[in-house]
């Protein structure tokens, strides 16, 4: 079982940063591949970033590339997403979830994750 808790959403101004931090539970933390989703209301859940178990292996969505960068530190159990340049299209609740297994080198659909955590809100003004 991991339980997973993101922090550090919040409001800011176009262009500005922000950098979200998501905490695991549990010693098999570094077993997972990570992602961060999000979610803009009336839209579907979709996949911003993802990182492998070892952290050698990426994958963002086009519309973040460049802006956006996860990381992960499995020494603290914590997946990281740093994200530049907001936009205000970048409004969502940003979830973190957790896809069992090293040998996944990328988890694109909701249906391949384990555990979620429960969202932290990002808003981006204009």
């Known amino acids: 079982q991991v339980q997973l808790v993101e922090s550090g959403g919040g409001l800011v101004k176009a262009g500005e940063s922000l950098r979200l931090s998501c905490a695991a539970s549990?010693?098999?933390?570094?077993?997972?591949?990570m992602g961060w989703f999000r979610q803009a209301p009336g839209k579907e859940r979709e996949l911003v970033a993802g990182?492998?178990?070892?952290?050698?292996?990426?994958y963002y969505t086009d519309s973040v590339k460049g802006r956006f960068t996860i990381s992960r530190d499995n020494a603290k159990n914590t997946v990281y997403l740093q994200m530049n340049s907001l936009k205000p299209e970048d409004t969502a609740v940003y979830y973190c979830?957790?896809?069992?297994?090293?040998?996944?080198?990328?988890?694109?659909?909701?249906?391949?994750?384990?555990?979620w955590g429960r969202g932290t809100q990002v808003t981006v003004s204009s």
């Open positions: 979830a957790a896809a069992g297994g090293r040998t996944i080198i990328v988890a694109l659909t909701t249906d391949k994750y384990d555990y």
């Open positions: 549990g010693r098999t933390f570094s077993s997972y591949y």
């Open positions: 990182i492998n178990w070892s952290g050698g292996r990426t």
